[in-house]
């Protein structure tokens, strides 16, 4: 199994800036790639942005030119990095891994605020 832990989310004006992490823990060594999805209310989850165990990278149209996803393997741990923030990007943001042996993990989520 793999624990994912999500932290770095809060309150943010519009046109802010704000960082999330997500740090994985257990069978790490089966994960192929990480990402972020998120859960506005009302509203089904979406992926954000996912990145491979070699740096490739897919972002939702929505947050392209914004948002940054990265990745620091030897700490197990995948980024977020939101700029430009927009009130729309307002929800539960969600940590999650696929790998090897089934691996399908989801972090607990974190939420992330964008005030207008």
């Not at 977020?80 to 307002?90: C, F, H, R, V, Y």
């Amino acid at each position: 199994q793999v624990q994912l832990v999500e932290s770095g989310g809060g309150l943010v004006q519009a046109g802010g800036s704000l960082r999330l992490s997500c740090v994985a823990s257990g069978r790490t060594f089966t994960i192929t790639a990480m990402g972020w999805y998120r859960q506005a209310p009302g509203k089904q989850r979406e992926l954000v942005a996912t990145i491979t165990n070699g740096g490739i990278t897919n972002y939702a149209d929505s947050v392209k030119g914004r948002f940054t996803i990265s990745r620091d393997n030897a700490k197990n741990t995948v980024y977020l990095q939101m700029n430009s923030a927009k009130p729309e990007d307002t929800a539960v943001y969600y940590c999650h891994a696929l790998g090897v042996q089934y691996i399908n993990s989801w972090g607990q989520g974190t939420q992330v605020t964008v005030s207008s």
